[in-house]
């Protein structure tokens, strides 16, 4: 026990010891001023400091520098000094910045921010294009904290979760850093390579910082933090800010630094408020502090994130640039609430590299060798911004016990406490876990899917799980069966699956299935059982049509080159009618009936709607994501989609031996598919597919195609990329050739946040135009008006749209009401 306390206590004085030149810096009140930023002048070498004031720079030889010390609302300080050996100390006093209105000709005709910001968003795009290219060495660290963490969640314990909190359940909930070399080309090239990565508590892990995650260029017209957010110098920011000039001031080169309140026209709006510092006569950003809540950026955790950026002039260069930059957030959601900080810290940057767009592949993030293997030793060296007490005492409690919480006795305790069983379980579910082995199963509760239908009426399943986990790169072995057991037809069928993928960077997945199943005439299963039961039970409209399919399947799927995905499986079916079985209902209308389960005719009462036969079906189908880039971890790769180009699917199908030659059938399809950001003016999305049939004049009505219709007046999805939310479900179903057609465009606030009243709720207006054409059919349109984001607070997942359908002229109209959070319960 000594021998492990003298350990600790040598390891916290190793983190507090090295430096080369560090010291603290305060105000006049010796007050620590956190994110100062320090480098030598006339470079960018530098750093910030800590919470608590402290900064370290390290620097690569013994000479004499000009150290300056630059923090906003403080006059900037310069110190000489000669340094002949380290470690060297040098602390700091920073006195409040005299900002004036003196030296301003204030114009009564105009306001003098007005003239200000009007230069600089004049001169946004030259800024923006000043630097074609780049490399830079990058230095990010993020901290999360929670405070007053319930001791419970829906349940589940979370002392096994969270470690280190203190005595009102407060304490660091994530800590990660990393050091990376960057490379940038104009307008959009930006490549990262992270040469050091610590996770807090996880030796192995990987920290999720990374420089393209936190490039806000404020250049750029709109920022994307969540949505899109309208720069303070957009070119059209007069439309959502106003400004106010709250004074001036010379920095160290003698710039005049013009101090602008940025000001919402409309609260609501996708806009920024705080304070911009704008360089006279070069209109450049100096520094900004902008913050934006979580309600405007439409976050719903978020309460309200800040962004300081600091920049800097070289001389040698004749550029400014940004050298630091801080995202302070707090977050409050069921029951759970923080904050945190994300440093950023850029150096050493060389304005003059051999860089082409051939420098440049589709690799975005790469990690060099035993990146996250890196000693204290080497952290010490090169960390530019030193931790706090906080940070330390987390590095040292997590890690210290990282190896006692992933021993088999420690793990082996945990699952004891959690796989108790308990009588509740029986009704709600239970899961099984071995953490040391790394797997688990259990079963899920019975309720979670109960429902009714008029084939087999009340019915529910009863779905198994196991899961063996093979390391950490999520290679895995997984097995279900599911059961269900309908009432009234007095049934029992269940099916079983196994999965196993081979390794995270092409996603191999070989999938071995087989059972029998109820199954909806469309695969797309447009109808959702829960919004069925209700409608069955409630208004007697049994939309749900079902047929019995007993399968065995294969399949397999793999990335066979970056960004172009194969899908396969060959299937066994044996296809079986059914009829109703029941005609329960609790309101039962003397004037309105069940329809049959054909879906072709709703009066074949008790008729099989097809002959029963087999059939062997084949399926290849590919994804092509245009443009995608993606990560590269160790043994892991995460393919980040190119919202610049549309991802295009290709897929044909066959259908062959079948128990009756008419059966057969060949399709070819392809569907095309994007969504894009224009700006302020919202997002666009759109989804076109086309499909012909050969051979397929009598096949089964199951082989279809079948356009997603709507009877219920209820939305399960965010988006109607992939419905029509006026069309009976099986009245456009056909084996020719067709054409579907699907866009919205949500405005994000443009329209609504200008009429008075209404842009104090946040809500977002949607419009919508769909159409289906096919062979023998008159075309069929639907257009569609909505407002999405409704809800309470941070609770939004409501939808309501107007749709009017025409096929030939008017048919009818509806308002749907959007539950999107159905789509997560189902």
């Given at each position: 026990m000594t021998k492990n306390l003298l350990t600790l206590f040598f390891v916290f004085l190793s983190f507090q010891a090295f430096s080369q030149l560090k010291g603290r810096i305060t105000d006049q009140n010796n007050s620590p001023l956190p994110f100062v930023n320090v480098y030598i002048e006339n470079s960018f070498t530098g750093t910030t400091s800590n919470d608590e004031g402290y900064y370290e720079l390290n620097l690569s030889k013994?000479?004499?520098?000009?150290?300056?010390?630059?923090?906003?609302?403080?006059?900037?300080?310069?110190?000489?000094?000669?340094?002949?050996?380290?470690?060297?100390?040098?602390?700091?006093?920073?006195?409040?910045?005299?900002?004036?209105?003196?030296?301003?000709?204030?114009?009564?005709?105009?306001?003098?921010?007005?003239?200000?910001?009007?230069?600089?968003?004049?001169?946004?795009?030259?800024?923006?294009?000043?630097?074609?290219?780049?490399?830079?060495?990058?230095?990010?660290?993020?901290?999360?904290?929670?405070?007053?963490?319930?001791?419970?969640?829906?349940?589940?314990?979370m002392d096994d979760f969270l470690i280190g909190l203190d005595s009102t359940r407060s304490g660091i909930l994530y800590l990660s850093e990393t050091i990376s070399e960057i490379e940038y080309l104009r307008p959009n090239k930006l490549k990262e390579k992270i040469i050091a990565s610590k996770v807090s508590g996880d030796n192995n892990g990987f920290s999720f910082n990374t420089a393209s995650d936190v490039d806000f260029n404020f250049y750029n017209n709109t920022v994307e933090l969540g949505n899109q957010i309208i720069s303070p110098i957009a070119d059209y920011a007069f439309n959502y800010y106003k400004y106010k000039l709250e004074g001036v001031f010379y920095d160290d080169k003698g710039n005049l630094i013009n101090?602008?309140?940025?000001?919402p026209r409309r609260e609501n709006d996708r806009i920024f408020s705080g304070t911009i510092y704008i360089v006279d006569n070069q209109w450049t950003i100096y520094a900004l502090e902008l913050d934006i809540t979580g309600i405007q950026a439409q976050i719903p955790p978020a309460e309200v994130i800040t962004i300081t950026q600091n920049f800097s002039y070289s001389d040698k260069d004749q550029l400014w640039v940004i050298i630091s930059q801080g995202i302070d957030f707090s977050y409050s959601m069921f029951g759970f609430k923080g904050d945190g900080r994300y440093t950023a810290v850029y150096s050493n940057y060389n304005f003059t590299p051999e860089l082409t767009k051939k420098s440049f592949g589709k690799e975005i993030l790469s990690f060099a060798n035993e990146a996250n293997k890196k000693d204290s030793t080497y952290w010490k060296s090169i960390r530019p911004v030193p931790l706090t007490d906080e940070e330390i005492s987390d590095y040292l409690i997590k890690d210290s016990i990282q190896t006692v919480r992933e021993s088999k006795p420690y793990l082996d305790s945990i699952d004891a406490k959690?796989?108790?069983?308990?009588?509740?379980?029986?009704?709600?579910g239970y899961s099984h876990r071995n953490s040391f082995e790394d797997w688990s199963m259990g079963y899920s509760s019975p309720l979670s899917d109960f429902q009714f239908n008029t084939v087999q009426g009340y019915n529910s399943k009863l779905n198994f799980y196991y899961r063996k986990n093979e390391d950490e790169f999520r290679r895995y072995f997984s097995a279900n069966a599911t059961f269900q057991y309908g009432v009234s037809d007095e049934r029992l069928r269940a099916t079983a699956s196994f999965r196993y993928k081979f390794n995270n960077i092409s996603k191999p997945f070989l999938t071995l299935s087989g059972g029998v199943q109820t199954q909806q005439f469309n695969e797309a299963q447009p109808i959702s059982p829960l919004v069925n039961s209700v409608s069955s039970l409630f208004f007697e409209n049994n939309y749900l049509k079902l047929y019995d399919k007993s399968f065995a399947e294969v399949g397999y799927s793999q990335e066979i080159s970056n960004g172009i995905n194969l899908y396969s499986n060959l299937a066994y079916e044996r296809r079986k009618a059914l009829v109703n079985t029941t005609d329960q209902v609790f309101l039962n209308d003397q004037n309105d009936i069940y329809s049959s389960n054909n879906p072709r005719n709703p009066n074949a009462f008790g008729i099989p709607a097809f002959d029963t036969h087999h059939i062997l079906k084949f399926n290849l189908n590919a994804r092509f994501n245009f443009g995608q880039d993606y990560l590269s971890y160790p043994d892991s790769k995460v393919?980040?989609?190119?919202?610049?180009?549309p991802t295009l699917f290709v897929g044909y199908e066959k259908g062959f031996s079948a128990s009756e030659n008419q059966y057969n059938?060949?399709?070819?399809?392809?569907?095309?598919?994007?969504?894009?950001?224009?700006?302020?003016?919202?997002?666009?999305?759109?989804?076109?597919?086309?499909?012909?049939?050969?051979?397929?004049?009598?096949?089964?009505?199951?082989?279809y195609y079948h356009p997603n219709g709507n009877q219920t007046h209820i939305g399960t999805s965010s988006t109607y990329l992939n419905v029509f939310n006026n069309l009976p479900y099986y009245a456009l179903s056909t084996n020719n050739s067709y054409l579907e057609m699907h866009a919205e465009h949500d405005f994000k606030g443009l329209i609504l946040s200008r009429v008075p009243l209404i842009n104090k709720l946040n809500y977002n207006l949607v419009i919508g135009a769909h159409a289906f054409s096919t062979e023998h059919q008159k075309p069929y349109q639907e257009f569609s008006i909505g407002i999405d984001n409704i809800g309470f607070k941070k609770f939004r997942f409501l939808r309501v749209d107007y749709v009017r359908s025409y096929q030939?002229?008017?048919?009818?109209?509806?308002?749907?009401?959007?539950?999107?959070?159905?789509?997560?319960?189902e």
């Open positions: 013994p000479d004499t520098y000009t150290i300056v010390f630059q923090f906003l609302g403080y006059k900037t300080v310069k110190k000489e000094v000669e340094i002949t050996q380290f470690p060297y100390q040098l602390n700091a006093t920073l006195s409040e910045e005299q900002i004036s209105l003196n030296e301003v000709v204030i114009n009564a005709d105009e306001n003098p921010a007005d003239i200000i910001m009007k230069k600089a968003i004049a001169s946004r795009k030259a800024n923006l294009e000043k630097i074609n290219a780049f490399k830079a060495d990058f230095y990010s660290r993020g901290l999360i904290r929670i405070k007053n963490a319930p001791e419970k969640f829906f349940g589940q314990e101090k602008i309140k940025v000001i959690n796989n108790h069983f308990k009588l509740r379980n029986i009704v709600f393919n980040i989609p190119n919202s610049s180009y059938f060949d399709q070819v399809k392809v569907r095309l598919t994007q969504r894009f950001n224009i700006g302020n003016k919202g997002d666009f999305k759109y989804n076109v597919k086309a499909g012909t049939f050969f051979n397929a004049d009598d096949i089964g009505f199951m082989d030939n002229g008017y048919q009818g109209d509806a308002v749907i009401f959007g539950l999107k959070f159905l789509n997560i319960i």
